[in-house]
């Protein structure tokens, strides 16, 4: 997703590019945009000239929705973060106060940020780094 809204075009950009520039293979990239095309994400074209394009405007599309569509919804859980079978309000782990703080940050930063602006970070620090202006 990134890398489609780098591009900033409403021509497709076929999946064998991005395969190769992120070394996924082309199957498994193919499946990815299958469910981001069902959550109108992203919109498929065939033939020719076929390719991914962005379903609506890059800045209109929050990361969480990405994330969601990916890996389903980012809420707290009674998942314990040390491994103990439930950790909820009523039966506390020792990080549970710490940890729901954490989730709580997490969702909100990716309700809060677009895929434009993320692109666009990812732009500048290719800039950066292309200038030697970061040490590796």
């Excluded at 981001?36 to 929705?65: C, E, F, M, Q, W």
């Excluded at 989730?103 to 940020?113: A, M, P, R, T, V």
Aim: glycine share 4%.
């Amino acid at each position: 997703m990134i890398y489609i809204a780098e591009k900033m075009t409403d021509i497709p950009i076929i999946t064998d590019e991005i395969a190769d520039e992120f070394q996924i293979p082309n199957h498994f990239l193919k499946k990815i945009v299958q469910v981001l095309t069902k959550h109108n994400l992203l919109k498929t074209y065939r033939g020719r000239h076929g390719g991914v394009t962005l379903a609506r405007p890059s800045r209109d599309i929050k990361i969480i929705d990405i994330v969601e569509v990916i890996d389903g919804p980012v809420s707290s859980s009674d998942m314990c973060v040390i491994g103990l079978d439930v950790c909820s309000d009523e039966a506390i782990c020792p990080f549970h106060n710490n940890w729901m703080t954490i989730q709580d940050s997490i969702k909100s930063l990716l309700e809060n940020e677009n895929l434009e602006h993320l692109a666009e970070e990812v732009i500048e620090k290719r800039r950066l780094l292309s200038h030697g202006l970061f040490d590796n």
